[in-house]
């Protein structure tokens, strides 16, 4: 009757380990998916500000626009002003 015992225990032990595992492996899964989801809206929120758009206007007239060699911006050469009337008149 002794060695039944023993039998049953073991098997209730490895029952309650792999109970256990499980129940850490859900935890820390769970905590993964929670990580993962907060780099993605970071990263959402990261990608939104860089492809923002700034539109500030001026009235030139054959200007040149050049990427900034160093950061995300366009520099804006030369040109002349333009109000919407005719620079030169004949």
């Given amino acids: 009757m ?12 490895v029952e309650k380990t792999a109970a256990k595992m499980e129940k850490k492996v859900s935890k820390r899964s769970k905590r993964e998916e929670e990580d993962l989801e907060a780099l ?6 990261l ?3 860089k492809t923002q758009v700034v539109e ?5 007239l054959s200007a040149t626009l050049s990427a900034h060699p160093e950061k995300e911006e366009l520099i804006l050469f030369g040109g ?6 005719k620079v030169w008149e004949n």
Wanted: hydrophobic content about 20%; proline content about 3%; glycine content about 10%.
């Fill in 2 to 13: 002794g060695k039944k015992d023993k039998k049953e225990k073991k098997v209730k032990g």
């Fill in 40 to 45: 993605i809206a970071e990263f959402q929120n």
């Fill in 47 to 49: 990608d939104a500000t």
């Fill in 56 to 60: 500030t206007t001026s009235p030139r």
């Fill in 80 to 85: 002349e002003f333009f109000n919407g009337r």
